[in-house]
């Protein structure tokens, strides 16, 4: 039986996200833009919801809703604001990342600070990206060693220096991908997590970025900073996992997208149907009323796609249909929200990109979260291997994952 229609608790807490979502953030969207953070009192009111630990497992302390939840829940904050919706506190990628690279230990010890009745405002972050690629070789610049210290024990020294990481400022820990064997490129990197005060961890500015400017992307510098052996993150078959995290993570950061596009499109049919020329509003005449048309089959063809993507992780199809689904969903709804914003501003005319008005920001936006995991390229690349029946062993991870050599990521 086919079931369009979220259930009775998914509407309710939709409901609730969306009333948080019109009434709070996105009157605010300028100002959080403005002070490039998002407000206190707005952090405190979507932890109170639960905005944050939304995908934590319930063993964990989190509400272990599933993927399906998390992306209703994160287009109603992309149809307020894309860049709030990174800038509030929670585990976000960080826990994501956890959840497919961690074993069950390692996920209660680092996931359960953020349901502790201190972690109203308590971040994590992924640091994924470098400035660029490694040039004398395939992998992250940024490597792994293990070291012996004075004791005899024996330890992991990461050093190099990570970018483009979504809440570095306020991260309170982070999982940091790095090179372990530098002889087999992509496919000898490995994870760890490393805490905000770890000796050895500094942090350099934050990014001047495009859009999104109510979120924080900065960088950090690794320097011979030690880690314990238990904050590995060796998972079995860890470039699949990793694989999974992005796909999963590219599910939430499209939901936003999607709600982008939404307020673009309500935002340029308000325009056409109110701004009138040649004796009658613009958006009855053909061409701009065919384009409207087009955008609104373009955002819900998209809305299935991301749902029935979701779908098939929280129901545990296999793997290569799993990773299909995601990286068609994803890929779509980028470009449909680069449309849809892009169309706005150009329905607009003139108007569209004065800073008074809300389309030029919208399509800023709708740029910046193309970077915010897995490109379109990357995923179309995806995409194709499995349609063509890869092996999920044998995908190169050099294609597959978002690595340097072929883009910067903002995770």
């Known amino acids: 039986m086919l079931n369009f229609e979220p259930s009775e608790e998914q509407r309710l807490m939709r409901d609730s996200v969306a009333e948080l979502a019109k009434a709070v953030l996105f009157p605010a969207a300028r100002r959080h833009e403005a002070a490039r953070r998002v407000a ?94 490694n040039r004398e070789r395939a992998g992250f610049s940024t490597v792994a060693r293990c070291v012996k210290d004075d004791q005899g024990d024996t330890n992991w020294e990461l050093t190099g220096e990570k970018c483009f990481i979504a809440n570095a400022e306020h991260a309170d820990r982070f999982v940091v991908f790095a090179q372990l064997d530098e002889a087999l490129g992509w496919r000898g990197i490995g994870a760890f997590v490393v805490r905000r005060d770890n000796p050895g961890l500094s942090f350099t500015a934050r990014h001047a970025t495009l859009g999104l400017e109510a979120a924080s992307f900065g960088a950090i510098k690794l320097e011979s900073a030690r880690v314990m052996p238990s904050a590995h993150l060796d998972k079995p078959e860890f470039l699949l996992a990793t694989l999974r995290f992005f796909s999963k993570y590219a599910l939430v950061v499209t939901a936003r997208a999607l709600g982008l596009a939404h307020t673009a499109f309500e935002l340029a049919r308000q325009y056409c149907d109110t701004r009138v020329a040649f004796g009658k509003p613009i958006g009855h005449f053909q061409a701009v009323a065919f384009n409207l048309a087009d955008r609104l089959m373009d955002l819900e063809s998209a809305r299935w796609l991301l749902w029935r993507a979701a779908w098939s992780w929280d129901v545990a199809k296999p793997d290569g249909a799993c990773l299909l689904a995601s990286a068609q969903a994803a890929a779509q709804i980028h470009e449909i929200a680069m449309r849809c914003a892009d169309d706005c501003v150009s329905l607009h005319g003139g108007a569209g990109f004065v800073r008074d008005v809300l389309a030029e920001k919208l399509m800023r936006d709708a740029k910046q979260l193309s970077l915010c995991g897995p490109t379109v390229a990357t995923l179309d690349q995806l995409a194709s291997a499995l349609e063509l029946g890869g092996d999920l062993g044998a995908l190169d991870p050099g294609l597959v994952l978002p690595t340097p050599d072929t883009q910067a990521i903002f995770t």
């Open 40 to 133: 206190a009192e707005v952090r405190a009111a979507a932890s109170e919801l639960g905005l944050g630990t939304v995908l934590v497992p319930e063993h964990c302390g989190g509400s272990g809703l599933g993927l399906t939840t998390a992306v209703l829940l994160e287009e109603e904050l992309g149809r307020a604001d894309a860049g709030a919706a990174f800038g509030l506190p929670g585990p976000g990628a960080f826990g994501l990342a956890l959840c497919e690279l961690s074993t069950a230990d390692q996920l209660v010890e680092w996931l359960g600070p953020f349901t502790a009745p201190d972690a109203l405002d308590r971040y994590g972050a992924v640091a994924w990206s470098e400035a660029g690629p």
